[in-house]
């Protein structure tokens, strides 16, 4: 088995079992396109175990993201079928290593979408958007990693909600973001976090799914968080609501 094959296994088992693991980086230098490779063989293992890809989810997107991790670089991760949680629904916290949430902007794609576009080629592909939250439960110990790790680990992605479909014909640039946990506000922020409008996150996209043959309509892209991520906790009702569009909500349960 190759390194990039092992790596794979290694961290596609911390995430099945939810089971925290050193970061690569440790044991030795991994360069950022080794790391996308191991991120498609670990989702390769998902999808023989029956999973679908759904879409993808953009990373680090804010500052505020970029200043929690340390780093200034966008990257993208797969989003599978089963990784999308019921809004209103309950997420068991012991099938993750240590979740934290945040809050998104959601499109539906409804045509294809690849390589170099324009915002407005990108706007035109979107069938609608929508208030959603990733989960992201870095499978690295203490949540500590170096970009090629955080990768390699699908970009944190474990888990996605999303709101009620609205229209993408109305300004969503610079639209109010509202975090509550049991009713108190924990985060506040704006669409406009997200690379300074939303869209630049979809054109983004485009560019990174270019290599796995581009955005496919039905799919979903998460535009990254546009604030700093939640850790949850057992008991915690977490509600994310986005000016105009509505709100997206998930519990914590055991
Ligand atoms: O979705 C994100 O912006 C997070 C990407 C990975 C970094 C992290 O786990 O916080
Ligand atoms: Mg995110």
Avoid at 223 to 228: E, F, K, P, V
Wanted: net charge neutral; aromatic share 6%.
């Amino acid at each position: 088995m190759s390194t990039l094959a092992h790596f794979a296994e290694v961290v596609d088992e911390a995430a099945r079992t939810a089971t925290a693991i050193p970061q690569f980086t440790e044991s030795g230098p991994l360069g950022v396109e080794d790391a996308y490779a191991v991120q498609a063989l670990s989702m390769e293992r998902r999808f023989a175990r029956g999973e679908k890809l759904a879409g993808v989810k953009m990373g680090l997107t804010s500052r505020a993201k970029m200043i929690q991790v340390g780093v200034n670089e966008v990257i993208w991760g797969r989003l599978t079928d089963a990784m999308r949680l019921e809004e209103g629904g309950a997420l068991s916290k012991k099938r993750y290593v240590h979740p934290r949430i945040e809050p998104e902007l959601a499109f539906l794609m409804k045509r294809e979408l690849c390589g170099t576009v324009s915002p407005a080629e990108a706007l035109a592909a979107v069938e609608a958007i929508a208030p959603a939250m990733e989960i992201i439960d870095s499978r690295y110990r203490d949540f500590k990693f170096a970009l090629p790790d955080v990768i390699a680990d699908n970009s944190s992605s474990s888990g996605f909600v999303v709101g009620p479909w609205g229209r993408p014909d109305q300004d969503f640039s610079n639209l109010g973001i509202v975090v509550e946990v049991n009713g108190r506000v924990v985060q506040i922020g704006s669409t406009a976090a997200i690379l300074g409008h939303p869209l630049r996150s979809l054109v983004a996209a485009a560019r990174a799914a270019a290599s796995i043959g581009g955005l496919k309509p039905g799919w979903i892209v998460l535009a990254g968080g546009a604030t700093a991520a939640h850790p949850l906790s057992v008991g915690e009702s977490v509600r994310t609501s986005v000016q105009n569009l509505g709100s997206v909500s998930i519990k914590v349960a055991e």
